[in-house]
């Protein structure tokens, strides 16, 4: 039983994980040409334009630059809080 | 008769381009198909040895679309399978000697004789490689489970998508299952979520394969063994067959995640 709870752990630890993280890095920045702070400030600056007009309750879900249909396309996800307020006038 | 011009390219030499040409090549005549495998490689010829036709070049590729011999004198014809033949590339010249209209302008040609042309592209992603792909209708990309193969297959397939090849392909060459097993090696479903392309197969690193080189004969001949059966696979898929996705996609069973888990699953990567 304790093998079965530790194996995912013992799992993000295998080298195939530093392959992984380290390579959707450089890949994202050869696709557009933006280095990793670059990519950290975009994400910073976009969360705080969408916090502006929708109450964010939690960093990005996803946010990684990706080939949709052949082209690289930044591919992002937000949660976002309903807007509780407007429904409570109701 | 309307053939299909394919191309075999990787961005990062070394990954087995070549042996992947001559493979695929031989095993879609063995599903009897008339095939014929043109090495672009000007200056650094290998092919022919691969496929053991070394001894037999007498013209080349740069006299074909040169106009000193006719194609099928330059080609040459396979001892074991009579529908492959090699179009071997030029040895003393160098890479400024083909152009991509007269590679263009040859394939089209052979398209009306053979079902498959099957280019293999230099390395990198210079003139040769622009040239290598600039006739193709389909390509396919070869990587290793390995950071600098997949960064160059990237490079490759983007070069490849903004040249009208849509939807590239992809080889995975050179698998050790056990190390995917342990978790040591990126497996195909990480190279997957990395490349965002359709996986036509996986070919596992193989002794049998070396030996097979060495002697010149494609390994698809060695019933033995499994690299050569993946490469079979992997023609019978390019052939429009409905071959069972790789063993690295199945695992969604419940059980079988539990016993992955629990590190008794030791089958899952066994016939990659």
Same mark, same amino acid.
């Given at each position: ?21 380290? =390579?959707?890095?450089? =890949? ?17 600056? =976009? ?44 | ?80 399978? *009579?529908?492959? *033949? ?29 079902? *498959? ?151 899952? *990567?066994?016939?990659?």
């Amino acid at each position: 039983m304790f093998e079965v709870m530790r194996r995912p752990n013992a799992r993000e630890n295998h080298p195939k994980h530093d392959a992984r993280r380290r =390579l959707h890095d450089a =890949l994202t920045q050869d696709r557009v040409d933006l280095g990793p702070e670059a990519m950290d400030t975009l994400r910073q600056e =976009l969360l705080a334009v969408i916090a502006k007009y929708m109450d964010v309750a939690e960093g990005f879900q996803e946010f990684e630059v990706r080939r949709v249909e052949g082209w690289p396309a930044l591919v992002t996800s937000l949660r976002v809080r309903e807007r509780q307020q407007e429904l409570n006038l109701r | 008769m309307t053939g299909t011009t394919i191309v075999i390219t990787s961005g990062k030499g070394g990954v087995g381009k070549t042996t992947t040409t001559a493979n695929l090549g031989t095993a879609l005549a063995m599903r009897g198909h008339r095939v014929v495998v043109i090495d672009t490689d000007i200056g650094l010829r290998n092919l022919d040895v691969i496929m053991g036709m070394e001894s037999r070049v007498v013209f080349d590729l740069i006299d074909v679309v040169e106009g000193k011999c006719k194609p099928h004198q330059a080609m040459v014809r396979d001892r074991h399978r *009579y529908e492959l *033949y090699l179009l071997p590339a030029a040895q003393s010249r160098d890479k400024d000697s083909l152009h991509a209209e007269q590679l263009q302008a040859l394939c089209r040609n052979l398209e009306n004789e053979f079902d *498959y042309v099957i280019v293999d592209s230099p390395a990198g992603i210079d003139q040769g490689f622009r040239v290598a792909i600039s006739a193709a209708r389909e390509a396919i990309v070869v990587v290793n489970p390995e950071v600098a193969a997949i960064r160059d297959a990237d490079k490759v397939i983007g070069l490849l998508e903004a040249a009208g090849l849509r939807r590239p392909k992809l080889i995975i060459n050179r698998v050790n299952a056990e190390m995917v097993r342990r978790g040591d090696m990126m497996g195909q479903d990480d190279i997957v979520s990395l490349l965002s392309v359709e996986v036509l197969g996986m070919v596992p690193m193989d002794e049998r394969l070396i030996i097979a080189t060495n002697r010149g004969v494609p390994v698809v001949h060695d019933r033995k063994a499994p690299s050569g059966a993946a490469f079979l696979k992997i023609a019978a898929r390019i052939d429009g067959d409905e071959v069972p996705a790789p063993a690295l996609d199945s695992r969604s069973g419940l059980m079988d995640r539990v016993r992955s888990l629990i590190g008794t699953d030791r089958s899952a *990567y066994s016939h990659v």
